[in-house]
């Protein structure tokens, strides 16, 4: 059974860090992309960042580039997020997502899901 599961959520003041981390397992996920979204209250689910198979990246400009940094380790089967500045509008349950094929930034396309992780910044 395929599984993601995300750790490293909690709270923290505006201008802090955060480390998200996501774990794979049931199966190989090395020639998955990997993602991360996002969903605040009283809103849909956004795309944050993603890292395709052979590491390269993209991210939501207008929200978090510049501040938040994707990666992976292969071995470890492991996608993580880092999360730099933080502002209150950054405030969400962070979900970690995986595909087969190419960044996409829609969320119908990402057929995993974890059950994802609470961020919360205060001002």
């Known amino acids: 059974q395929v599984q993601l599961v995300e750790s490293g959520g909690g709270s923290v003041q505006a201008g802090g860090s955060l480390r998200l981390s996501c774990a794979a397992s049931?199966?190989?996920?090395?020639?998955?992309?990997m993602a991360w979204f996002r969903q605040a209250p009283g809103k849909e689910r956004e795309f944050v960042a993603a890292?395709?198979?052979?590491?390269?990246?993209?991210y939501s400009e207008d929200s978090v580039e510049g501040r938040f940094t994707i990666s992976r380790d292969i071995a470890k089967n492991t996608a993580s997020l880092q999360m730099n500045r933080l502002k209150s509008e950054d405030t969400a349950v962070y979900y970690c997502?995986?595909?087969?094929?190419?960044?996409?930034?829609?969320?119908?396309?990402?057929?995993?899901w974890g059950q994802g992780t609470q961020v919360t910044v205060s001002s």
């Open positions: 997502a995986a595909k087969g094929g190419p960044i996409s930034t829609s969320s119908s396309t990402y057929g995993y």
């Open positions: 890292i395709s198979w052979s590491g390269g990246s993209l």
């Open positions: 049931g199966r190989t996920f090395s020639w998955y992309t």
